[in-house]
């Protein structure tokens, strides 16, 4: 039996960083890595023999424009970065975790000098724990970390077993097809860090859902009482879990389109969410599009809109074919103070929880759609400041289309679920496209927003829009 499969399967977006390593002459192995040498995930692990390599590593990454999403803040002895490898015209998204000790929340549970006196190369690039080294990291990801033992782990665990059967005289089990273990090391290393009671939990209960907690418990207990640092460590991190729900900092991605009547808000922002879902599902992260326009929900404004609409009258919506605007219209700037609570109401509600609990939201429209799509917003007084009271995108995209082609396009049914299919769209005057592109056009200077023309393919709108946007969400 043998627990090391072929390496050749592994993702080229991980060779490359290992690439990186190697030629950096940096010291390293790769741990818990039998699932990227199949070609079934794309996050790696990997251990450093000095300080000095680690630090370079990360180096080497963030020179390469990968991203630090978790610090050592976050979990001491490991870095985490996440970004996008070039694989051909493709890019892929991959998590590397550089690790300084073989440790999980801060519990050390081998020895790396030890692990790296024993290393395999198996080619330059692709170096791995010995097989002992492999059964304890194992088990000790499953005691410190899982709680569990899963498919990863069960063949070295079974491994040993076998081994032990066969040193035992079990007739059942051939010796030919066991590879000779050190016993001696494994007893070193499980007596130096304290957990072989552990070790034995982890083999009994190897094809059971869970640990039993009493057995999780004794051998954390252990390891904690003989060492005091690393018990603070963990009594800070359990803390920092229980408090972290209580933040009210947004912590989530929010991402505007606004643009003329047209210009594509709609099917860019359904084509973005589906380019997004690999990563965000990557990252753990929900995601979904809310649509900003006009739907009254505070209270008082839907019962005006309902008493309105029986006298088929507008008072909320945008007041359309107007080519002429007042110098200063009390009732316009009364009105922007209304809207300005109407709408902050649908962000406390609908925006700002998902946003708190670290989502992905991309809206068609947004508040600032009301300077271009009202002809009196350019000579108002308050709409500019009131503007700038209205939270912040964390970015806002102007999607933009000369008026020939606009009112040549297209409507699509925005409900969720549906494919992206045309429907009617009412065609508006040319002038009054005209006023709405160039309102909108001022309010991409003055707010800065970031301008995509919408003719251009839409793929590549949305890589733009991801690559620009993803580092938000960590």
């Known amino acids: 039996m043998t627990t090391t499969p072929s390496y050749q399967q592994t993702i080229p977006g991980i060779m490359n960083v290992l690439q990186l390593f190697h030629q950096a002459k940096l010291s390293y192995i790769l741990f818990k890595c039998e699932h990227i040498f199949a070609g079934e995930n794309k996050n790696a692990d990997i251990l450093f023999e000095t300080d000095d390599d680690y630090g370079q ?73 010995s097989l002992e080294d492999s059964i304890l990291i194992h088990a000790a990801h499953v005691l410190f970390e899982n709680f569990k033992v899963t498919e990863k782990e069960r063949p070295f665990l079974n491994q040993f077993l076998d081994q032990n059967r066969s040193k035992n005289g079990d007739p059942k089990r051939d010796k030919k097809d066991l590879k000779p273990m050190d016993r001696k090391y494994l007893q070193q290393q499980l007596t130096h860090h304290k957990w072989k009671g552990g070790f034995v939990s982890v083999l009994k209960y190897k094809d059971s859902p869970t640990l039993p907690p009493g057995s999780i418990t004794a051998t954390w207990i252990k390891k904690l009482v003989q060492e ?6 963990v009594g800070m ?13 947004r912590r989530g991605c929010l991402i505007a389109f606004i643009g003329v009547n047209g210009s594509g808000k709609s099917t860019l922002a359904r084509k973005t969410l589906e380019q997004y879902q690999p990563l965000t599902r990557h990252l753990g992260k929900k ?32 007041i359309n074919f107007v080519t002429k605007s007042k110098k200063f219209d009390l009732f316009q700037e009364l009105l922007f103070i ?86 009617e769209r009412k065609i508006y005057p040319y002038d009054y496209l005209q006023q709405q592109r160039e309102n909108y056009l001022f309010l991409q200077r003055y707010l800065s927003t970031r301008y995509l023309h919408t003719a251009m393919d839409i793929q590549q709108c949305t890589t733009t829009i991801i690559l620009e946007s993803w580092r938000k969400l960590l």
Request: charged share 25%; with cysteine.
């Open 228 to 233: 005091p640092a690393t018990a603070a460590y």
């Open 57 to 129: 590593a990360a180096r080497l990454l963030e020179q390469q424009g990968w991203a630090l999403r978790f610090s050592e803040r976050f979990e001491k002895y490991k870095l985490m970065y996440c970004g996008f490898a070039d694989i051909g015209k493709e890019k892929t998204f991959h998590f590397i975790h550089l690790h300084r000790e073989i440790a999980w929340h801060g519990i050390k549970a081998l020895d790396k000098k030890w692990v790296f006196e024993r290393k395999k190369i198996v080619t330059p690039l692709i170096v791995v724990p």
């Open 287 to 318: 995601q979904q599009s809310y649509y900003f326009g006009w739907q009254p929900e505070f209270p008082l404004t839907k019962l005006l809109s309902r008493i309105l609409q029986k006298n088929d009258k507008k008072l909320f919506q945008e």
């Open 338 to 423: 209304y809207l300005f609570f109407e709408f902050y109401y649908r962000y406390v509600c609908h925006l700002r929880p998902q946003l708190r609990q670290g989502n992905l939201i991309i809206t068609d429209r947004y508040f600032y759609d009301l300077y271009g799509q009202y002809p009196y917003a350019g000579n108002s007084f308050l709409i500019k400041p009131l503007l700038h009271l209205f939270p912040k995108p964390d970015f806002t995209y102007l999607l933009d289309l000369e008026v020939e082609k606009l009112r040549k396009r297209g409507k699509i049914n925005r409900e969720a679920g549906k494919e992206i299919t045309a429907i």
């Open 237 to 249: 991190k359990i803390a920092q879990k229980i408090f972290r729900p209580l933040q009210w900092k």
